[in-house]
């Protein structure tokens, strides 16, 4: 294992301060954290995802889930098939 040197330690924790901070007891940090990290270009990107079926509606759905930062939300609006017996977490 190679150890770091001094300039690459101190690059990596200015790096690291900046990061967001990520919290057990928020369940929507993570979220909150990746939702900050995209812009329209990635979102397009992400919907067309599905080999271009549903763009707009997978779209739309993406908009709402980094704009409210309610994942469980908006995938179980999203999901006609979900049985209700699923916990959404």
Do not use: W
Request: glycine letters at 4%.
């Amino acid at each position: 294992m190679t150890s770091l040197t001094q300039a690459q330690i101190a690059e990596f924790q200015g790096i690291a301060s900046y990061a967001p901070s990520i919290s057990s007891s928020d369940r929507h940090s993570l979220l909150k954290a990746t939702a900050n990290l995209l812009d329209e270009d990635d979102l397009q990107s992400i919907a067309r995802a599905d080999y271009g079926n549903d763009t707009d509606e997978h779209l739309a759905r993406l908009v709402d889930i980094v704009r409210l930062c309610e994942f469980a939300l908006a995938i179980e609006m999203a999901s006609p098939r979900r049985s209700g017996t699923d916990p959404v977490v």
